[in-house]
């Protein structure tokens, strides 16, 4: 599955480090999302884009910055990262926001990422 | 609040028939997903189903709703090795500010064994 790629697929960072996640859906979406996925934890919302406009937001601490620079692109910009931050961030897109009835969200394959 | 529940692991025998169980917490929720999580791999979705059918069966798959008890199932017939990885039930929000968002299960693993 090509539709939502995601790069880099592992990332170790120190905890003073800054990186970028990115994520790319080639399947003329309008609506992205970011999830985390922790160990033995439901998968969390994190971001939803819609139309390049942030859309929701869950109390996701400030160290996490998204961008939507256009309805294809999403990036997850990282910085001061804490352990516990490690986890497998997964992108999603979906056709609109909200979904429509019968629609669903797309997945990207995840980027690893593991804070030292 | 909204919540799903699955059990985190199951273990099967290559041949048999795979259960596995969900319960969800959003009475008005509408549309209920399987997805699938190979190791390395993003969700992929399976199946999902209206929350006005008890039964939707897709080739291998059968998913049965009983929206009575809020309990969802997805039995995989015939599990072969391929089908090892972890399955993920969500809900579809209905109503309210987070209305058209999923909310995940933590997932069951399944193990198949030759």
């Known amino acids: 599955e090509t539709g939502v790629t995601q790069t880099p697929r592992h990332l170790v960072m120190g905890m003073t480090n800054k990186k970028s996640l990115k994520c790319e859906q080639h399947?003329?979406?309008?609506?992205m999302y970011w999830y985390k996925q922790s160990a033995k934890k439901p998968l969390e919302l994190m971001f939803v884009y819609s139309l390049e406009e942030r859309v929701e937001n869950n109390s996701v601490p400030s160290r996490f910055s998204p961008e939507c620079p256009n309805s294809s692109h999403l990036f997850l910009h990282l910085h001061t990262l804490q352990p516990e931050d490690s986890a497998l961030y997964l992108c999603?897109?979906?056709?609109?926001?909200?979904?429509?009835?019968?629609?669903?969200?797309?997945f990207g394959p995840g980027t690893r990422l593991l804070v030292l | 609040g909204e919540d799903v529940e699955q059990s985190l692991f199951l273990s099967v025998r290559e041949g048999d028939s795979s259960v596995i169980n969900c319960t969800y917490t959003d009475s008005s929720s509408t549309y209920l997903y399987w997805y699938k999580q190979e190791p390395g791999a993003g969700l992929q979705l399976l199946t999902y189903?209206?929350?006005?059918?008890d039964m939707k069966q897709d080739q291998r798959l059968t998913v049965l709703l009983n929206k009575k008890d809020k309990h969802l199932s997805l039995r995989i017939a015939d599990t072969q090795t391929g089908d090892s990885a972890i399955y993920f039930c969500a809900e579809r929000i209905r109503y309210g500010g987070s209305q058209g968002n999923l909310i995940f299960g933590k997932g069951t693993k399944l193990s198949v064994k030759p």
């Open positions: 189903i209206f929350s006005n059918m």
């Open positions: 399947l003329g979406h309008n609506a």
């Open positions: 999603a897109s979906s056709q609109d926001w909200p979904a429509g009835r019968q629609e669903t969200q797309y």
